[in-house]
Every structure is written in structure tokens, then in C-alpha cells.
């Protein structure tokens, strides 16, 4: 892949900084006309999955076995580096049926953008996880969906409890032998049927070297659930996705205001071959969807009123542009905890209804001077 020549890290916290600032003021100002751009987005590098899950989206969007073009890939990296903090190349694939995607990480790193993978760990074998550490990926989470083979082989058809779970052992192991600094989270999607193993999940992964973050996480899919929403009342506060991203980038290029529009049937805003992030960020859709949100009226936006994500108070997304997105991604445990477990909890999340009980994301000392909690 080419490579565009920006300047020095200082240059691009700089910008980023200023760009940070442009969005801080038009969220808190209530300006359905923003200047910045986002700070996040979720890029699809591949629609190509080797799993079969009833909780994903690829059950009820049926997708095709491709992968981002380099053209639309490198079009939005450079089209957004100075701006951009953070990349999470995700999406409805598995980001190792990616045969360019150490490629894209490095892309992103020579644009001063860190990069995140969640992987479902079917193909992360030694010769992967030795590639992953040696490069410069500063975030990835191990989908790991049961404590028991029974639950995980339930929710990832086609995949082998067993060996995916030596994998993830194995990858966390390997991370800490060579002092990778990479971060490291182990995540399990709470489901009816794993719904009574979280304390084993906790605890088995709370004990393995290497792991960072064990994550209990709410399935916010609606497939599951397809009755949560948002009621009218909810909306004191307008969604944060909608001035800091993260935006959705399909393999196709095909852009969506938020990480939620494509999987609640909504409608593209725009293609990265066709327009820029900047033209199609700066829309009149976008602009739509801000000033109704802006005016408490978001429940008229038919993939808002499906949505199942947590609103956060305006103080909590105010915090997520002061800093850098590499930092917001290393406090978001910690603040999660404040949140969910202060007295302000209800004040600082607005949960979907039926509201579902968050568990905490548990942070874990790498330090083996310090003792694990």
C-alpha cells in the first residue's frame, strides 16, 4: 500500500487536539453544523466470516464473501488522518479472512491512527499471534462467548471451545512473555444461555497472564432482544455517535451515521469512492438526524428508536473528546465502573428498555508486583 508523508506525532496531537475541541463545542452547543470530524470509526475491511452465530447480524443481513478495496480503504485513511484517533477494523467478518489486514494496520500507523481488532479466534495460531505483537495494533478483544462448551458452541456454530480457548491462552501468554503493549480484553456477550456462567468467565480469564480486561457486555443487536428500544423520554441528551463517531464503514464503502444504523436496517449516507468523509459527515442527513436529536425528537428516527445502546450523560462524552482516543479507550473500564456502580448511575446512563443489567469490566494488573483484584 502507498503511504502519505504527514509530519511528526506532534503535529497530528495537535490537530487531533483542535478537532477534538471543534466537536466538544458543537456537542455541547447543540450544533446540528459541526466543523470537526469524528474521532472513531468501525471500518469493515471484510464481510468474510468462518462462523455461523444467531446473535450476529450476518443471520438476518445476508453478506457477500469480499473484502475493502484498497482504493476505498486508503481513501478514507488519508482522508481522515489528522483527525481520526482511532480505527476499529471490525464488522460483520473476521478480520483474519483478511489477507491484507497487518497491511491496513500499519496503513493506519504510518497515518498516526492506532488500530483495534475483535477477533472470534479461530485462526489466531501461533504464527498470527507472533505477526499481531511484533506490529504496531494497540487494542484487541477475544470474543469468547461461554464458560462452558455447551453455551460457547451454541452462540459460535463452527467453532471448537477447546481450541479457541488454547488460541486466546496462548496469544495473552505470548503478549506478556515479550512485554507487548498491546491491550488485551477478553470479552463474553451476555445471552440467555451463558447468562450463569459470568463468575467462571471472570474467573477463569482473571487468571490468565497476559489478559488486561475481562469484559461482561450487554448484546446490543436487537436480535436477541428485539423489543429494547428507547422510549421518547430517553432522549434528554443527544447521542454522542452522531458528532464523535464512531461512523460505519462497510467493505463496500458505503458509510452509516453510527455503529448501530446498518444492523437496524437504515440507509447508507454516503459511499468513501463517491464522496469524502468530510462531505458526507457534513450532509444534510447528518445535519437532520443532529437537529432532531438536538430538539429531543430522535424517537422519530426510526433506527434511533430501535437502538439498544446506552445514552451517556453529556459529561461522560464531553470526557471522550478532552482526551486522546487511544487514552479514552484506556480509561473507558474505569469509568464504566464509575458509572454503573456510583449513586449517578441512572444520571450518567440512559440504558434501552427493557434495560438490561451491565456487569463490571474488570480491570486486571499486568504488574506482577501488584496483586490481581
Known amino acids: 500500500m502507498r503511504s502519505t508523508f504527514l509530519g511528526d506525532n506532534n503535529s497530528l496531537r495537535a490537530m487531533g487536539a483542535w478537532n477534538r475541541a471543534k466537536l466538544l463545542w458543537a456537542y455541547l452547543s ?20 468462518n462462523l455461523y452465530c444467531p446473535m450476529c447480524p450476518r443471520e438476518t443481513h445476508r453478506q457477500p464473501k469480499e473484502d475493502m478495496a484498497d482504493q476505498i480503504f486508503e481513501r478514507l485513511v488519508e482522508g481522515t488522518a489528522g483527525t481520526a484517533e482511532h480505527m476499529m477494523l471490525i464488522g460483520l467478518g ?6 491484507k489486514i497487518f497491511d491496513r494496520i500499519e496503513h493506519c500507523e504510518r497515518h498516526g491512527i492506532s488500530t483495534l481488532l475483535s477477533t472470534n479466534g479461530t ?9 499481531l505483537l511484533r506490529g504496531p495494533l494497540k487494542h484487541v478483544t477475544l470474543s469468547f462467548d461461554g464458560a462452558t462448551k455447551e453455551s460457547y458452541e451454541y452462540y459460535r456454530k463452527g467453532a471448537r471451545f477447546e481450541k479457541v480457548r488454547d488460541n486466546f491462552v496462548r496469544f495473552a501468554r505470548m503478549k506478556q512473555e515479550q512485554g507487548a503493549p498491546v491491550q488485551v480484553v477478553v ?41 429494547a428500544g428507547h422510549a421518547a423520554e430517553d432522549w434528554k441528551h443527544p447521542c454522542h455517535y452522531l ?9 463496500s464503502g458505503d458509510v452509516y451515521p453510527c455503529c448501530q444504523s446498518y444492523m437496524l436496517d437504515g440507509r447508507p449516507i454516503g459511499n468513501v469512492a463517491e464522496r469524502s468523509i468530510g462531505e458526507i459527515f457534513h450532509s444534510t442527513e447528518m445535519r437532520r438526524m443532529r437537529q432532531l436529536h438536538v430538539e429531543g ?14 445514552i451517556p450523560h453529556p459529561a461522560l462524552v464531553a470526557g471522550s473528546l478532552v482526551f486522546h482516543g487511544e487514552t479514552v479507550r484506556k480509561l473507558l473500564p474505569l469509568v464504566e465502573r464509575l458509572a454503573h456502580f456510583s449513586r449517578f448511575a441512572g444520571k450518567l446512563l440512559a440504558p434501552p428498555r427493557p434495560a438490561a ?15 490481581r483484584r
Not at 30 to 47: F, H, K, M, N, Q
Not at 94 to 99: A, N, Q, R, T, V
Open 30 to 49: 447543540r450544533r446540528s453544523d459541526v466543523r470537526g470530524l469524528p474521532v472513531e470509526y468501525i471500518v469493515e475491511t471484510t464481510a468474510k466470516c
Open 297 to 310: 425528537r430522535a424517537g422519530e428516527i426510526d433506527i434511533c428508536s430501535k437502538c439498544c445502546t446506552t
Open 357 to 371: 443489567r451491565q456487569e463490571e469490566l474488570v480491570r486486571i494488573s499486568t504488574d506482577p508486583e501488584k496483586p
Open 123 to 131: 485462526l489466531l495460531d501461533e504464527k498470527t499471534s507472533e505477526r
Open 94 to 99: 473476521e478480520p483474519f479472512l483478511d489477507l
Open 243 to 251: 458528532w464523535r463517531g464512531p461512523m460505519y464503514v462497510k467493505h
Open 187 to 227: 470479552q463474553m456477550v451476555r445471552m440467555e444461555r451463558n447468562a450463569g456462567e459470568v463468575e467462571d468467565f471472570i474467573r477463569f480469564w482473571k487468571a490468565a497472564p497476559g489478559v488486561d480486561q475481562v469484559r461482561i457486555k450487554e448484546d446490543e443487536t436487537n436480535l436477541m432482544q428485539p423489543a
